[in-house]
């Protein structure tokens, strides 16, 4: 499946029941390989290899209480001392990013408070930086790299 980001090798597995996994660096398990899965290893790679960002400050599918609902956000990126910076929210490249999805990682966000969010299918990518001062979202034209999401706040 082409998506457009670089492609990075994963391990991955047969299962007996002709199910194929996929090694998560990240969780550091197998786990199901399905078209949102292919796009979460794909960007995080992406995030790792061209953006700098550390893969020890990357936590995927953590789950938070959001009005008393449990929920589990796709991945977060960390600083150094521990803050979330980036949430991140990936879809399988057939599901176009839309409205719901947006409002879904937005209201996750009003847990975590991070000052960006991230949003891709792995054929169309959409970076906000969220501006409090303004109570707006700023899209941006690429994806920032791990030293402007770590010295932005």
Known sequence: MKLNIPEYPLRTRQKAEGKT???DEFRKKFIALTPEEWVRQQFLHFLVNEKGVPSGL???EKGIKLNRMQKRFDAVVYSNDG??????????????PDQHVFDQIAAYNI???VDYLLVSNGLQHYCCK?????NRFDFLEK???YRELSTSR
Do not use: G, Q, S
């Open 58 to 60: 990357i936590a995927v």
């Open 143 to 145: 994806i920032p790299d």
């Open 83 to 96: 803050n979330p910076l980036m949430l991140l929210e990936f879809k399988a490249p057939e599901v176009k």
């Open 130 to 134: 969220i501006d409090r001062r303004l």
């Open 111 to 113: 847990k975590l408070k």
């Open 21 to 23: 996994e996929v090694f």
